[in-house]
């Protein structure tokens, strides 16, 4: 069984498209936040973090988690106080990997993700038997923001893509908050049939 301790989220908020298809640093929000830090509770994974360059969005994001961590929401909602307890706002992907390494004592494997159908992309039965199958491995699944990730970073920076999440017409423009629930339930879901 995949140790999910060992596995975390970042929510990549630069290198990213906008709508025009040039690269920029997208906003954080608030959405975001909850229901990653959900979903990361949900799958019992190692931690979530949200990458963000912007001083000042970091900022709003750490006043929002402080809210629910230590401020009035921690003793309103304890359910969203242990979920936000995983996560972490930080400003580029080299902090998360050091993170990472320092956490599991040994370097991530990155695990990027796209909308777009691009040359080599994995599938998810076959990162799922990978992740099985090397169990003392630590793996980072990185999610974007806007019109996703770059392609620079996606050839460059990791180590797999996943394949496109495909619905059943040609709209293909899920949120990440979606995406992300429907790609963590893919690799980590517990399998009814097999019960």
């Known amino acids: 069984m ?4 060992k596995i975390y989220i970042a929510l990549l908020h630069y290198p ?19 229901d990653l830090a959900r979903l990361c509770a949900t799958y019992g994974l190692g931690g979530y973090y949200v990458v963000q360059p912007l001083e000042l969005q970091r900022k709003l994001a750490e006043k929002l988690l402080w809210h629910w ?16 307890e ?9 902090m998360v990997k050091e993170r990472v390494k320092e956490k599991s004592k040994s370097p991530a494997k990155l695990v990027a993700t796209s909308a777009k159908k691009l040359g080599r992309q994995i599938s998810y039965k076959q990162m799922k038997n990978l992740m099985d199958a090397d169990r003392g491995q630590s793996w980072l699944i990185i999610f974007g923001t806007g019109w996703g990730l770059t392609r620079e970073f996606l050839e460059k920076e990791v180590d797999y893509v996943l394949e496109p999440i ?3 017409d040609e709209y293909n423009h899920l949120s990440v908050r979606t995406a992300v629930g429907i790609i963590l339930d893919r690799l980590l879901g517990v399998d009814r049939e097999a019960d």
């Open 86 to 94: 995983r996560v972490k706002v930080v400003a580029d992907l080299e």
């Open 166 to 168: 495909r619905g059943r």
């Open 16 to 34: 990213v498209y906008n709508k025009q298809g040039e690269v920029i640093a997208s906003a954080i929000t608030n959405l975001d936040l909850h």
């Open 69 to 84: 961590r230590e401020g009035p929401g921690s003793g309103y909602n304890w359910t969203r106080k242990e979920a936000f």
């Open 2 to 5: 995949i140790d999910t301790k």
